[in-house]
Each structure stands twice: as C-alpha cells, then as structure tokens.
C-alpha cells in the first residue's frame, strides 16, 4: 500500500490511517516498534523489555498530547 503525499511532498499519514484495517494498524505499529526497540532475547528479559517499550510509548504519547 502507497502512503500518498500531499503538495509539499510530504507523507499523509492522515489518509493512509482512514485506508488501514484495524488489523493493519496493529502490524503497523507492532512492525514500528520492532524498528524502534529490537528485542534481542539471547541478551535481554522479555518482561523488562515490555516495561521498558510501554514506558517508552507513554511518555511518547504523553510529550504529543501536552
């Protein structure tokens, strides 16, 4: 799926939310934070690695929305 771009060149993501499935959203954002927070299971705990991602999340939604 093309993410389409408005005159400036820029990515809308606004239009491209009102195309995606729930379904899609939710790989999106998973795939999103797997770039963002790679979980390497060999050297890290998984339930310390939630905690971290979800603290990580809340304060990124936190500084959007003030």
Known sequence: ????KNIKGELN????NKKLTDDQSVDL???TLVKLYP???EKQDLDKYME???SEV???LTTELT
């Open 1 to 4: 799926m093309l993410i389409d």
């Open 13 to 16: 993501f606004y239009t491209l």
């Open 29 to 31: 954002l998973y795939h």
């Open 39 to 41: 979980f390497d299971s």
């Open 52 to 54: 971290f991602v979800q």
């Open 58 to 60: 809340r304060a990124l």
